[in-house]
């Protein structure tokens, strides 16, 4: 049996204070999802026959009470269309032409937790790039760990940094990574992350939005 949705609900993290990456404040991530949702006018209802996303989802989000996966930020970003590191409420830089080089250093990328996997956002500041890079450790050990396969749209590259990875896809397919493997696939199709080894694989991710999904490059 796979979980329910609500088993993988998980309160806010706490920010650490010794210097470790910054964690993402999910109460301050829904109060940014509740003003896109009302400055366009839009109800639980509305936002959710856009989004295909639950309104109790939805709802919990905005509170902060939950964390979202991937795909349903990348949802909910595309229905509000706005850019996705925005929702972030961080300053992002905007580029008004060529875009400058961005640094991130080593353990600061900014974090947002979820059950089963722990997103570290790289250049998260920069907004309108056409990736979204991240380096992520996989919690889930199991298939049963998910309550459904994520799907979204665009194309998605994973290389494994350290530890053993299994991609498993909606089609049955399923593809096994040692260190230096990579992956390349329609990001569409179902799948999920599952670390196989003792310890959680780390991994580095690059999802590509398609030209039709993202947010138009406004000021």
Known sequence: MRKSAAQHEQAN???????ASPHIDHKAVGAQLRQARKSRDLTLMQLSERSGIAVSTISKAERGDIALTYDKFVALAHALNVDFDTIF???PRRPTGAIEPTLTRSGKQLIY??????????????VG???????AHIRAHALEDFPDYIRHSGEEFVFLLQGKLELHFENGSVFRLEKGDSLYFDSAQGHVYISTGAKDAEVLVCCVDTDDHRPPQTL
Not at 13 to 19: I, L, Q, Y
């Open 13 to 19: 993290p706490s920010t650490p204070t010794d210097g």
């Open 113 to 126: 937790d979820t059950p089963n996997y722990e997103y570290g956002m790289i250049a998260n500041d920069l």
């Open 129 to 135: 790039k056409r990736m979204v890079p991240m380096r």
């Open 89 to 91: 409420g961080r300053a």
